[in-house]
């Protein structure tokens, strides 16, 4: 444990903490039985005295001849103090012996009353203020008693201070220093580190946060990886067709016709989408995607991206409609080209997963100060673990099966072009029962 670890320095801050609570109770402590046994021995000797005085008086009826008396009597109390002062006076309060000190003074000095047969035939008063640690030897031994007890009690606090301290900084920097270790494992490339949680405090909330930190790199880094493979393998797919066509037109191996132009051609736009699509989510993701904004109704929205899809749903035998609104919605700022774009992703899933007879049905709806722009279907649905994922980055229910050669980032780009317009993309669904897609914005 060096002098600069967290451990050593708690462990410190534990022991110093307590060396200084002990000093001051020590300190607190002394002075308060030094005053309380003055004030005892003063108060034992006035209690003397008076008695002494009680018996003069009894023995004599008055004071007169005392004063002899009340000086040896004062001045052998006077050892327990050297500036011990003692004053007699009559039942009114009158001075009878001794030099009456000022009246605010005489409060603060101790009343013995001076009785004969119950009658109170005067008062004592009295008060020390010498420190008892210059007085007799007898006083000296007690309070040298007192401060070696404080003494062994302050070594005893500081050595308590300094287990409890060390197993409590060790208890504090155990899962710092686990959390150290899995950082640096990651920082090697190794993922998804677990860190046990010991506590519900704030480092348990911290070792928490980091475990889903680390699962959600660990997440990220299979998804890349999958987004990779899926990239390669749908590059692969339309370059494939197109360098096999040029290969077979340019060795005369195969003579030109309208249907391997076409071919070309559709490997061409679908490479020349994919790429787009990767630009379009490469600027998402850095903010650098610009929108050019203008009012336009709802409907409108959607019929203009309905539009392309109905051929194909036609030939499909679906049922592709829009449903009117029920009032009048309000137009909605957006960017026309890229929410059509949006619906188009999601009316381009929907016709793949809507078997034929089914149907798809949009519809746009006012709510709580926005407008919902919905696309449900009647296909097979989505599965609940795999509902929460779909928006994901490349995310396939089934791995192993290519969406038709699609790409797996129709529904990542409609969520963020939905987000760069300040609005959110939610899904629903019953396994069998279809899915709904929400826009709001």
Known sequence: MTMRSLNFKLTLAFVLVALVSAALAAVFIQWRTQLAFDRFLVYQDQRNLAATLAEYYEENGSWEGALPIFRRAAEAAQQHGEDAVYLLTDPNGAVIFGKAPETDKRVEMNRVAVEVDGVTVGWLLGNSRRPLWER?????AFFQNINRALLWSTLGTIGLALVLGGLLANSLTRPLHELAA????IAQGRLGQQVPVRSQDEIGQLTQDFNQMSSELEKASWLRKQMTADIAHDLRTPLSIIRGYAEALADGKLPGSPEIYTNIHDAANHLSRLVDDLRTLSLSDAGELTLERQLIAPEALLQRAMQPFEAQARQKQITLSLRPAAAALPEISVDADRMTQVLFNLLGNALRHTPPGGQIECWAEAEAGH????????????????????????YRADPARPQS????????????????????????STPGQGAIFTIQI
């Open 371 to 394: 407008v919902l722009l919905h696309v449900r279907d009647s296909g097979e649905g989505i599965s609940p673990q795999d509902l929460p994922l779909i928006f994901d980055r490349f």
């Open 405 to 428: 050669g699609e790409t797996g980032l129709g529904l990542t780009i409609a969520r963020s072009l939905v987000e760069a317009h300040g609005g959110t993309i939610r899904a629903a």
């Open 136 to 140: 007799d030897i007898p006083q000296q």
């Open 182 to 185: 899995a950082a640096r494992q």
